[in-house]
């Protein structure tokens, strides 16, 4: 009986792994600069990397799907468009927008913020926002 009971176990863990997908890590990067802004102040502020490195950027896919993995697993919507693929958060919580890999030297020629920085990430928390640029990992 103990034989079959482990069989048993045995055989539904394995079905249940079958049908789950791998999640892999379609964005990382590490923020430099943190603008904080309220409506009547702003805070700009260089990250050190002792600091940056608690606070990168990762953006993970299962299967179709888009996740904010490092907010929470936040799902996300994905939005190409010319140089650039912006991820949404789905609940309105902010987005990260990422210079695609391929297109970085014709982006650059946007402006300076296009050649220092890989990415944008704002996340809205009430009225206020947090923004940090940053180079991809």
């Not at 996740?67 to 609940?91: C, H, K, L, Q």
Request: aromatic share 8%; net charge positive.
């Amino acid at each position: 009986m103990r034989t079959l009971a482990i069989a048993i176990t045995i055989l539904l863990a394995t079905i249940s792994l079958s049908g789950a997908q791998a999640s892999s890590t379609v964005f990382k990067g590490r923020p430099s600069l943190k603008i904080s802004e309220g409506g009547i102040e702003r805070t700009p502020e260089q990250l050190p990397r002792d600091r940056a490195v608690n606070l990168e950027c990762v953006i993970s896919q299962i299967g179709t799907s888009y996740y904010w993995a490092s907010r929470e697993n936040v799902p996300m919507v994905r939005v190409d468009s010319g140089a650039f693929i912006t991820y949404v958060a789905a609940n309105g919580a902010g987005y990260v927008r990422v210079v695609k890999p391929d297109a970085k030297a014709a982006a650059a020629v946007m402006s300076g913020t296009e050649e220092r920085f890989d990415y944008v990430e704002h996340a809205l928390i009430g009225l206020r926002s947090v923004t940090y640029y940053g180079v991809r990992q």
